[in-house]
Nanobody, 126 residues
């Protein structure tokens, strides 16, 4: 049974930082592209960031580029999203997801992802 478990969300002031983590189990982690998505109330789920299978390639949404970084540790089956210079518009539930793709691939398409975590709430106050 595949499980993705996010942690690290919470309440932060604008300009602050948070680090989200996602722990994976039940899958061959290094064979999966890992992505972060978010969903604010009343809005569609949107792409945030993605990292390729061994971490060579990353891709960020324009709204977070330069503020967020992403990393993975294939030995520990974990992926992290470092969020800096947080803005109130970053408030959302953040989800990690796994997509079975080629070694250098990255994707922002939600339909490419087979497995999803339960989400962690991030709230940024102004």
């Amino acid at each position: 049974q595949v499980q993705l478990v996010e942690s690290g969300g919470g309440l932060e002031q604008a300009g602050g930082s948070l680090t989200l983590s996602c722990a994976a189990s039940g899958l061959t982690f290094s064979r999966y592209v890992m992505g972060w998505f978010r969903q604010a109330p009343g809005k569609r789920r949107e792409f945030v960031a993605v990292i390729s299978r061994i971490g060579i390639n990353t891709w960020f949404a324009a709204s977070v580029k330069g503020r967020f970084t992403m990393s993975r540790d294939n030995a520990k089956n974990t992926v992290a999203l470092q969020m800096n210079s947080l803005k109130p518009e970053d408030t959302a539930v953040y989800y990690c997801a796994a997509a079975p793709m080629g070694p250098l691939a990255v994707t922002a398409d939600v339909d490419d992802y087979d497995y999803w975590g339960q989400g962690t709430q991030v709230t940024v106050s102004s």
